[in-house]
């Protein structure tokens, strides 16, 4: 069964710091692009953070730039959103995903608006005092 798993949601202070884990069970991640996105309660999904197969090119939303850092490790089949600095506005349901590198670059998986490809659950975030 193919399937992405999200963990290291939680409350924190605002300035605090959280580590996103997105792991792959039933595939192996080397060949997709991951992306992580969020969405907050009345707002549009979010594309946060793409890294590409390989890991050599990634991108951030303007909003994160410098505070959140994306990073993978293929052999533990495992990406990870690390989020310092975090304020209130962070506060969504963050979610990965996944797309072979064939049918996707990091520019076109950071902008998708479809839910196509493998989707995780999803994890909470909550930056609050």
């Known amino acids: 069964q193919l399937q992405l798993v999200e963990s290291g949601g939680g409350l924190v202070q605002p300035g605090g710091s959280l580590r996103l884990s997105c792991a792959a069970s039933?595939?192996?991640?080397?060949?997709?692009?991951i992306g992580w996105f969020r969405q907050a309660p009345g707002k549009e999904r979010e594309g946060v953070s793409c890294i590409s197969g390989s890991g050599s090119i990634t991108k951030y939303a303007d909003s994160v730039k410098g505070r959140f850092t994306i990073s993978r490790d293929n052999a533990k089949n495992t990406v990870y959103l690390q989020m310092n600095s975090l304020k209130p506005e962070d506060t969504a349901i963050y979610y990965c995903?996944?797309?072979?590198?064939?049918?996707?670059?990091?520019?076109?998986?950071?902008?998708?608006?479809?839910?196509?490809?493998?989707w995780g659950q999803g994890t909470q975030v909550t930056v609050s005092s």
């Open positions: 039933g595939f192996t991640l080397d060949y997709y692009v």
């Open positions: 995903a996944a797309k072979g590198t064939l049918v996707t670059t990091v520019q076109a998986m950071c902008s998708m608006t479809s839910a196509s490809g493998y």
